[in-house]
Every structure is written in C-alpha cells, then in structure tokens.
C-alpha cells in the first residue's frame, strides 16, 4: 500500500506543475538556507579527535597583576603559559605524554643567490606531539626524545612545503638552512590538518580553521635560537631584559598540552596542579589566586569561543526562515488539497476510512519533501561554494560531510510532513456524503 501512495504522490505532482513547483521551490530554498549554516557550525563545532579528545587536557594557571583582577571574571588574554610553567610542565612525567606548542616562523636561505626565498610558518613542539595528535606521516619520522633534549637541528616539514624546497625528490636526510643553522629533514606529514585546529588554536597562521603549520622544529631548538612567538604573546608584567630575562618573565606565549591513559586520571592531575599553584604560590607568584584549570579539547574550544555566538545566531535565523517556508508551503498544500475534494468523497464512499485517507496525502507531502530536499541539496552545494569563494576565513569549514548530506533529506521530508498536517487533516474531514450530493 505504501508503494501505491509513493505512485499517488508522484502522479498529484503533474495534475498542477506551476503549484507542485512553487512548494517544492519554497521548501528547498528554506531547506538550502537551513543546512548551509548547520553545516558550517556542524564543522566548527566538530569533535577533531572524538576517541581521545576527553584525554588531552590544556592546563591553565592564572599569572596575572593583582592589580585590576575580579575574581570570576574570564581574562581576554589569560589564554596560555610562560615559559618557566611549560618547562616544569615537561618535566613533571604527569600523563602519558606532555608536549608544548608555539608559533614559530623563519625564511629558508637559498643556496644559490639567484634562487627565491622560501617563508616558513609552523610550531616549536616536542616529540611527544606527533604520537599524541596522531599526526600521520608520508616519510620519515618524529624527532627522538633525545633530539629534544640536545636541541638538535631537525625538522619535520608538511607535504606542501616538502614539495616547494625539494620537489619530487624522497626530502628526509636532506638539509635546509633558517635562522643561520642547518636543519636536517627527519620526516615529511602527509596531509594533515584538523578543522578546527585544536592543537594551536592560538596561531598567527589561519585562526581556528585555515592555515597550516609547515614546519615542526624542537621546542628546545627554538628557544636555542631565541624564536618569539609567531601567534599571541600577552605580557600583565615588564618582560624582562633580553631573551633570558623574557624567558623568566610573566609573559604567556605557549601552550602545554597533556595525554591521559584514562579520563578518570583527571582529577589527580588538577591535584599535581592545584600543588604545582601552590608552590609557585609560595614563592611569591600567583598573586591572584585564582582557580587552575584543565579543559579537554572540546572545553578548550568552548574556553576560545571557536564557535562565536553569531555563528549559533545564524543558524536560528535560518531555521526561522524555513519555519516561513513551512507555512507557505502549508497554504499551498490547502489550495492543492482543497481540489481534490470530490476525489476524496468517493473513496470515503467506496470504503476508504479517514486513515486511509490522511495516510495517502502525508505520503503525498513526503515525496514533494523528497523533491524539495534534492532541489534544496542542490542549492545548499550551491550556497556553499559561494560561501568559500566569498569568505576566506570560512573556506575550510564551508564543506558538506555524509551527515550533513542525510540530514539535508531528514530536514526537507520533516519539513513537508509538518507543513502537511493541517492540509491533511483538513482532507480527511472531508463528507463523503456532501460531495456525492454536490456531484
């Protein structure tokens, strides 16, 4: 029976073109407008690493003046950790892993004087990073612990920047010079780059979404070569003299990240920090005494605001918009109803209940959602790509994924169905009586 109703729905669509047409432009156009903002906010707000990401924890410590603090109150800047925190960070065999992350960028100096010069951008970070974030590799590999230890001038380079210095050629063992030393290549990233980029959401390189880190070099060879932040760096204090006197200062310019064997670890590494806090406490720092933090990579993301209200706002207003769509669409599916009349009184009276009936027009209004939802799938591709040619900072979150894809239809067919109620109850109060009389 149902595929009988799916042949009704089908055939009604031809009885009147111009009316079928102008209801399913009406639902795509809302359905297009709906799933384009979902779209973009279900990529921003997508879990980059869903089977770990409770196990990665950025810890935050509060190193402010005490001076102008109020307590409660979120710091704009209070985003990352000086230096000397990192370091004890490192060194506190907390979690299965530690890793630190800053910005970093250099110029590769040409061979030849003829040859261009080559910009590079990426982070200063230890092995640990590659394993922690499942970082996927072409050739090659990470750096050891030891080269971290000894600052050794290695380097590990993206694909496309691989490309650019070495073309085609296998690039581990080979060298490239920046800041006055020789870097040798120990390993080539295959393509890699998490949206959003939850591993250096504070970046000078793309934001939260676009851009890509080049280059991966040791931490510790970074700070050999005195490399500033190439991101944010906040300083609530006089930043010292000289690059040692930088490194000891309150300035915030990185951020540590650690790995957990088990989310149940948790709470013992806030106790590790909450004593760390309160033996710098001691020491005469940590004035404000605020609480110390830990965010898993989804609460990080929420801490950043990577999802701005605006972007929820949109796509409100955009399912407001599809409400309107569902209410025209409702009048003419009572104009489109209200012709068939006679056409429903002599089911009643050859025997059709009223379920029958009401059954036989939702199917009808589900195929017009069906064809909505192709037209509306359409735009919203359409949408999209105008979306990427238009904004450059949206242009990596402005893709559709298979679940998008089905709830592009899941949208369209609800949409129809609800719009459809009214005139379909409507139908279904049709006297069978009244009609035979009338004919």
């Not at 709906?34 to 950025?58: E, N, Q, W, Y």
């Not at 061979?111 to 990426?122: N, T």
Request: aromatic residues 10%; contains cysteine; positive net charge.
């Amino acid at each position: 029976m149902f595929r009988y109703y799916v042949l009704l729905g089908l055939r009604s669509l031809r009885r009147n073109p111009a009316l079928t047409a102008l209801m399913v432009l009406t639902l795509a156009i809302g359905v297009a407008a709906s799933v384009a903002t979902l779209t973009i906010l279900h990529v921003m707000s997508g879990d980059p690493i869903p089977h770990k990401s409770k196990r990665l924890i950025v810890p935050i410590i509060d190193v402010g003046q005490l001076r102008g603090y109020v307590p409660g109150q979120k710091e704009p800047f209070g985003n990352q950790s000086s230096y000397k925190d990192v370091v004890n960070y490192l060194r506190s065999g907390q979690g299965v892993r530690r890793t630190a992350v800053y910005e970093i960028a250099g110029s590769v100096e040409p061979a030849r004087r003829e040859d261009p010069v080559v910009d590079l951008e990426g982070v200063a970070t230890t092995s640990d990073f590659f394993p922690m974030f499942e970082v996927p590799f072409r050739s090659g590999q990470a750096w050891s612990t030891a080269d971290d230890e000894r600052a050794a001038r290695v380097a590990v380079l993206s694909r496309a920047r691989s490309e650019t210095l070495f073309g085609k050629e296998e690039p581990v063992g080979k060298r490239f010079r920046m800041w006055g030393s020789d870097f040798t290549v120990v390993g080539v990233i295959d393509k890699w780059n998490p949206v959003p980029r939850y591993t250096n959401l504070i970046n000078g390189t793309g934001g939260h979404f676009r851009g890509e880190n080049q280059v991966y070099v040791p931490f510790n060879t970074a700070i050999d070569h005195e490399q500033r932040s190439n991101g944010s760096t906040n300083c609530s204090r006089d930043s010292g003299v000289g690059w040692k006197g930088f490194l000891a200062s309150e300035c915030i310019w990185m951020t540590a990240w650690f790995e957990l064997a088990s989310v149940s670890d948790r709470p013992a590494l806030q106790s590790w920090l909450d004593a760390y806090a309160a033996e710098q406490r001691r020491g005469g720092r940590l004035e404000r005494n605020a609480p110390n933090q830990l965010f898993d990579v989804m609460q990080w993301m929420e801490y950043l605001e990577v999802v701005r209200p605006d972007n929820k706002l949109a796509v409100w207003l955009s399912f407001g918009f599809l409400l309107l769509c569902i209410v025209n669409t409702m009048g003419l599916l009572l104009a489109k109803f209200s012709t068939r009349a006679a056409e429903v009184g002599v089911r009643r009276a050859l025997g059709a209940g009223q379920g029958a009936i009401f059954r036989q027009f939702l199917i009808e209004t589900g195929v017009i959602g069906l064809a909505g939802g192709l037209l509306g799938l359409v735009l919203a591709f359409a949408s999209l790509a105008l979306i990427r040619e238009q904004s450059r900072d949206l242009s990596a979150v402005a893709h559709m994924d298979w679940a998008m894809l089905a709830a592009t239809f899941v949208i369209a067919i609800a949409a129809a169905l609800v719009a459809g109620l009214l005139p379909t109850w409507r139908a279904c109060q049709v006297s069978p009586a009244l009609q035979l009389k009338s004919q």
